[in-house]
């Protein structure tokens, strides 16, 4: 059983549903994202994966601001910190991992990259027409651990312990070796760079989510690097 004894293939898919709502929050925010995430069914399924997962009071909060702001603050937000250069050419916040984890060095950032799009094709994860952004972005890498999620629940309900063990084992790697190595560096840049509620709160719960998460989840036995032929940055 897992911590809080909720069965294995329902804890796993609570934490599916809070990284699908987490990436979202990292995508540009159209009114038919917003209106998605506020979406009755989709409100109450992510407060009940909060629940399950706790970080209840991160995602009522996120969900709480996006209903109370409207959609045109949001975008000029998501444009100011993401979206668009100051007058010296910097981003008020730089979304992407190799960003954290690099310390711009051309060919490391080149190799981390790589890593992160190996893991994504591995997993049968390709972004959409309209995702513009590099691969190692936020949203990439949260929505890679809402599929392995996923798969694990599934891999679980279909009592399937070997395909449920390797799904694992690729989520600790994902969490310990990309996305908390720069997740909460991210979360305070955003924290300092903006005081629109809804950025907070989704700098708040997905530090919280990633955190959390990767303290369930054993150290993987093979870095990322080493298991794509890599070399660690």
Do not use: W
């Amino acid at each position: 059983m897992t911590p809080n004894d909720t069965p294995d293939s329902e804890y796993h898919a609570a934490r599916a549903t809070l990284y699908c709502g987490a990436a979202a929050a990292f995508t540009y925010p159209s009114e038919e994202t917003v209106s998605e995430l506020l979406d009755p069914a989709a409100r109450e399924g992510i407060e009940r994966a909060a629940e399950t997962v706790g970080v209840t009071e991160e995602a009522i909060t996120l969900l709480e601001a996006l209903e109370e702001t409207p959609a045109e603050d949001l975008q000029v937000a998501y444009n100011n910190l993401f979206g668009l250069p100051s007058d010296d050419g910097t981003y008020a916040v730089i979304p992407y991992e190799a960003h954290y984890t690099t310390r711009d060095e051309i060919s490391s950032e080149q190799r981390r990259i790589a890593t992160v799009v190996g893991l994504l094709e591995e997993f049968g994860l390709e972004p959409s027409d309209d995702f513009a952004e590099r691969q190692d972005h936020v949203a990439a890498e949260l929505e890679l651990a809402q599929v392995l999620a996923g798969q694990r629940a599934v891999a679980l309900e279909s009592d399937e312990p070997v395909a449920a063990e390797r799904v694992a084992k690729a989520e600790a790697t994902v969490l310990a070796d990309h996305l908390v190595e720069f997740v909460p560096a991210l979360a305070h840049d955003l924290r300092q760079a903006t005081d629109e509620d809804a950025y907070v709160a989704a700098a708040d719960l997905v530090e919280e989510l990633v955190t959390y998460d990767n303290g369930q989840h054993p150290e993987p036995t093979v870095s990322a690097e080493a298991a794509s032929g890599g070399e660690a940055p």
